[in-house]
């Protein structure tokens, strides 16, 4: 289990991380979202171990990771933009894997390699941002992680080669019950893979929840009240639109309790329908002021 | 392929070692061309000795010193940028051990081809002791600049700055002396602007190769150990930092944030004294004691400064909040420049008691006049306090320099105007330095173990022809003509040497110009401890007549003539 307790991080005189916490039970797929600047990247950067935290700490297993090899060797991190040697080639960078990483699987490695069809010898500057991608993954599944660590871990890969690399990695954590905290904006996805999501905004949590719960906690529901009708009262409305006639309530608290409450008001007609990742995204980060702004050019 | 050790990891040094492969391949390759086959193709075993001594120990000093910085920015290169320091510092390896193998690779790419350029030197069978020392001196120099350039490696974010940071520290004390020493020159009177042999010491570049300009190239065997123990203490400094590094100062100017300020103030002075040096020899002709347009142009150039390294720390040309401190450095220059103006709180007319005095010196170009004598000391103390207490207006022209040897073992040394001295003033020194001469005249004429060189010259009106000497005829015309005129005030220093220059108009129609050069007599070598000038020149007017009436002679033997 992955837990981060009231992280702390400046960068000069900007509070990239403002008392952070996170909790990434053992086995599940933690979707970290949140929106630009929210301190992601910095997040991840000490659960890697990279950053010496200001202030709070990032435990793998109740361990410390900053300065922690025994921690690190559990854990393998492909970041946003990858790094390799230059001029290094697949092959190079394994064998260095290789000697650095004591769980590093030769048989894992070559029976990736027929998942991911390159060029081992071949520099991996000469490949595409995509083929980084898939040679990082490959190199980093054959370190045989009990916790992967990813960062937009599937911009630049096509549709096959995503679902290909999310078939992999879903299955490590089916068999071996390995950990993934992956951190991207593309919410639809998450969606599928995610287990457990955590919001952040400005450095600190807003929400961290597994997913059925978040959905649970939230309901879109569309009515349309008689004429003279009013909304009831003690609904948590989080966001409210009218076109026509039909009103779009956005509300926070169980589906079973919201739609008790809305048949007791008599509408015409009420549905409830369920939230997607994306829009319980934009709700939630809408109550921090942070909202898609109607802006007339 | 791992390894044991927490602090070393060998997948790390081999991949540094294999990876960066041309650096190491390449400094053998000229090691080679340096050392072995120049002594291969060597006629003679001193032939041989002479190339490792010479250019093999000259391209010790320069590859260790060049190659270092380069080691230092391949293997340390990960933390310059993000990427790389994050993939780096994710691994599992303690930073001790990342630290360790890192700089052992290093290391290894500068020893490994001092190593083999040493040992096919050995192979040729040529010189192979000399060959040893020149291996154990540029492994030494080796780790001193290695480990300096590690600990400067650490100390920024930015790889360009590398290089530049390692060139600069290693000649910064130096430097920075020379250009204060230039400012106190031009500000402080008294101020005699010699660079102290400890700026050298701290200097490790131009330390080593002064010994090389000195001809002696395994010259202090203790000082090289010093220095490549210095090399591993800044190796060990680097490791401390290494630890306490951030990760995210990768770009960074400077990595560490409480070098930060240290470097705004160091940057902003070093660029004042650089900025202020250059617009006074530009504008202002190296005139002295002008203390306004000093002072203005060290608070513009520390101004510049201050501006330049604010934009390279916060990597932002918006620097206008960071200004508000910057009073207080100018505030400091105009203090000290005010303070060097006034006296330099009492420097400049500082004069010890002359029981304090073991003995004293006195010197005018080139001349000087040395005594022990405590009757003596207080003549020169004498015109020290007249020098001291020049205006401004009276100063410029030659120098004179006052030095004092305490009884308490230290020094004191003074330089001032020649102008500051009344005529009197000047007779008076004139006198000590001619006395001075004439005593050593003496000496030199008793001591067969000198040879002169004499040569004279005779002026008549717009021509002139010159006409050696023997050493018989020198001698005579030293002991027969020059002294007891000189004694007689009949004969004199050519003024126009020693006391500033003589306008066209006090020359002489017609009159020689006496030459000797004092050497000893075997092998042609100067006299390191010969008290005395061993050149001097005298203007000879017929009214030195015991001179004249010699050079007269002498001229007419010679017969040979040669007329410009």
Redesign the interface.
């Known amino acids: 289990m992955i837990e981060v307790k009231g992280l702390k991080k400046r960068f000069g005189s900007f509070d990239a991380l403002n008392g952070l916490e996170l909790t990434v039970p053992t086995g599940a797929v933690y979707g970290l979202v949140g929106p630009n600047g929210a301190g992601k990247t910095t997040a991840i950067k000490h659960i890697t171990g990279i950053y010496r935290p200001d202030g709070g700490q990032v435990l793998l297993d109740a361990q410390p990771v900053y300065e922690n090899p025994e921690a690190k060797k559990r854990i393998a991190y492909i970041p946003d933009e990858v790094y390799y040697f230059a001029q290094a080639g697949i092959r190079d960078m394994a064998a260095f894997y290789r000697g650095v990483y004591p769980s590093f699987n030769e048989e894992r490695y070559r029976k990736l390699g027929e998942a991911f069809d390159l060029d081992d010898k071949a520099p991996m500057k000469r490949f595409s941002r995509g083929m980084q991608k898939q040679a990082a993954f490959r190199l980093a599944m054959s370190l045989m992680p009990e916790v992967l660590i990813l960062d937009e871990p599937v911009d630049g890969l096509d549709p096959v080669m995503r679902r290909q690399i999310w078939s992999l990695l879903l299955s490590d954590v089916a068999e071996r019950g390995m950990t993934v905290l992956v951190s991207s904006h593309n919410l639809r996805e998450l969606e599928d893979v995610c287990d457990h999501v955590g919001i952040i905004h400005a450095g600190r949590t807003l929400v961290e929840r597994s997913l059925s719960e978040l959905q649970d906690n939230m309901v879109k529901v569309q009515l349309v009240l008689p004429e003279g009708g009013a909304l009831p009262q003690g609904l948590n409305i989080l966001h409210e639109s009218r076109t026509g006639q039909v009103i779009t309530l956005i509300l926070r608290g169980k589906a079973e309790e919201i739609a008790a409450k809305v048949a007791a008001a008599g509408p015409l007609f009420y549905d409830l329908l369920p939230l997607t990742l994306e829009e319980i995204f934009i709700y939630e980060l809408g109550g921090e002021h942070y909202a898609v702004r109607d802006v007339l050019l | ?2 390894c044991g050790m ?1 602090f070393f ?4 040094y ?2 540094s070692l294999k ?1 960066f492969w041309p650096v190491w391949a390449g400094l053998t390759l000229i090691l080679i061309l340096l050392l072995p086959l120049p002594v291969l193709n060597a006629w003679s075993p001193s032939r041989a000795e002479g190339v490792i001594l010479g250019v093999g120990s000259f391209g010790a000093v320069v590859l260790a010193f060049g190659f270092s910085a380069v080691a230092a920015m391949t293997v340390y290169g990960w933390m310059y940028n993000a ?5 780096t ?7 001790e051990g990342m630290f360790l193998s890192c700089a052992l690779a290093g290391y290894t790419m500068l020893a490994l081809p001092g190593v083999i350029a040493a040992l096919l030197t050995m192979l040729s069978g040529a010189a192979a002791a000399l060959a040893a020392q020149w291996l154990l001196k540029y492994l030494l120099l080796s780790l001193l600049f290695f480990g300096f350039a590690s600990l400067c490696a650490f100390l920024t974010g930015t790889l360009w700055v590398l290089p530049v940071v390692y060139g600069l520290l290693n000649v910064a004390v130096v430097v920075l002396w020379l250009l204060i020493a230039n400012v106190l020159t031009n500000l402080l009177p008294g101020y005699a602007g010699e660079v102290p042999q400890a700026a050298y010491i701290l200097s490790p570049v131009v330390r080593v190769m002064m010994f090389q300009w000195d001809g002696s190239p395994f010259p202090d065997w203790a000082g090289l150990l010093g220095y490549a123990a210095f090399g591993l203490i800044c190796a060990g400094l680097a490791l401390l930092l290494a630890k306490k590094r ?3 100062s990768a770009t960074d100017t400077v990595a560490v944030s409480w070098l930060k300020p240290v470097f705004r103030w160091v940057f902003s002075v070093g660029f004042a004294l650089c900025f202020s040096n250059l617009l006074y020899l530009l504008i202002l002709d190296d005139e002295p004691y002008l203390v306004v347009p000093m002072t203005a142009f060290l608070l513009l150039g520390a101004f510049l400064g201050w501006v330049i390294a604010e934009m390279l720390v916060r990597k932002s040309y918006k620097v206008g909040s960071s200004l508000k401190t910057f009073p207080i450095l100018a505030l400091l220059i105009i203090l000290l420049t005010v303070g060097c103006a006034k006296g330099g709180f009492g420097y400049s007319a500082r004069i010890p008691a002359p029981e304090r005095v073991k003995s004293a010196q006195i010197e005018v170009g080139g001349y000087s006049c040395v005594t022990d004598d405590p009757s003596e000391i207080p003549g020169i103390q004498t015109l020290h306090r007249e020098l001291a207490a020049a205006q401004p207006g009276q100063m410029g022209g030659r120098d004179v320099y006052i030095e004092y040897e305490l009884t308490s073992g230290g020094a004191l040394r003074r330089r001032y105007s020649l102008a500051g001295l009344s005529e009197e003033g000047q007779e008076e020194l004139r006198q000590m330095v001619e006395r001075e001469l004439a005593e050593g005249l003496e000496v030199i004429l008793s001591d067969n173990n000198r040879t002169f060189n004499f040569y004279a010259t005779l002026y008549e009106g717009e021509e002139y022809y010159n006409f050696d000497l023997s050493e018989e005829q020198g001698r005579k015309l030293l002991r027969d003509g020059v002294l007891p005129d000189w004694r007689a005030g009949t004969l004199r220093l050519v003024s126009g040497w020693a006391f500033g220059p003589v306008s066209a108009s006090e020359e002489p129609e017609t009159f020689y110009f006496l030459n000797y050069d004092a050497w000893f007599r075997g092998d042609g070598r100067y006299d390191a401890d010969f008290r005395y000038r061993m050149y001097d020149q005298f203007q000879v007017t017929p009214e030195a007549k015991n001179t004249w009436e010699l050079l007269q002679k002498y001229r007419r033997e010679t017969g040979k003539e040669s007329w410009g």
């Open positions: 392929m791992r927490s990891n060998a997948t790390v081999k991949s990876r990427r790389s320091t994050g993939f510092a994710a691994l599992p390896l303690r930073r951030r990760m995210e």
